[in-house]
């Protein structure tokens, strides 16, 4: 079965030790749900929790950029909570999947930083057929990222932002193995890159999210 987007969603608040933000995953097999978060004391987040349950660090950057993510996490509405130990910006983008397989993830994942620029990439060596992408972007200047053919996902705050670009390509298929590149404008961004496999792989295809 392949991967297919649940939801998203995304907000920030300008100073506080902790950010709730409710998001609803359907009930359907095998879910991912990944959460990046920033915060403007440039530290690690701290803790992040779903349904009261602590998410797993994915990533983390000393620039308060985190990704974090939780296998088969609980369904229907629950919060995801960012907690920092100061009061300070914080932003919070959540975004879920189903019929992700639950073993060996990550697929693949690749970090990356790039000075102000008008165009820059970002690559990610795909391991498994038919695996999705999910990039999330945190933005180091006034300027929000925009993602070459892409359809975001969801945006919090302005600089130190974070940003999920999603590929509008064709929905029947995962991204192939191999290298996977993002183009984008707009200024400096720190970003991670993270692809997951779907419960099977077969035919090759160009979509990735």
Avoid at 49 to 54: S, V
Avoid at 176 to 199: E, Q
Wanted: aromatic content about 8%; charged content about 5%; proline content about 3%.
């Amino acid at each position: 079965m392949a991967i297919a987007f649940d939801s998203t969603v995304a907000g920030s608040t300008a100073s506080a030790t902790s950010l709730t933000i409710s998001q609803t995953l359907a009930s359907s097999d095998n879910r991912l749900l990944l959460v990046a978060t920033s915060n403007g004391a440039n530290v690690s987040s701290g803790t992040v929790t779903y349904a009261g349950t602590a998410m797993t660090n994915l990533f983390t950057m000393t620039s308060g950029f985190d990704v974090w993510y939780m296998l088969n996490p609980a369904t229907g509405a629950n919060n995801i909570i960012s907690q920092t130990a100061s009061s300070q910006a914080l932003t919070l983008i959540g975004i879920s999947y189903t019929s992700v397989r639950q073993t060996g993830f990550p697929d693949a994942g690749s970090a990356g930083t790039t000075t102000p620029a008008a165009t820059g990439t970002l690559g990610l060596t795909v391991s498994a057929d038919q695996s999705w992408v999910a990039a999330f972007l945190q933005s180091t200047t006034a300027l929000i990222p925009n993602i070459s053919d892409n359809t975001g996902r969801g945006s919090a705050g302005t600089a130190g932002g974070v940003y999920t670009p999603e590929s509008a390509g064709d929905t029947n298929a995962g991204q192939s193995a191999g290298i996977t590149k993002f183009s984008f404008s707009n200024g400096s961004v720190n970003s991670y890159l993270v692809s997951f496999a779907p419960l099977t792989s077969g035919y090759i295809g160009k979509y990735y999210s």
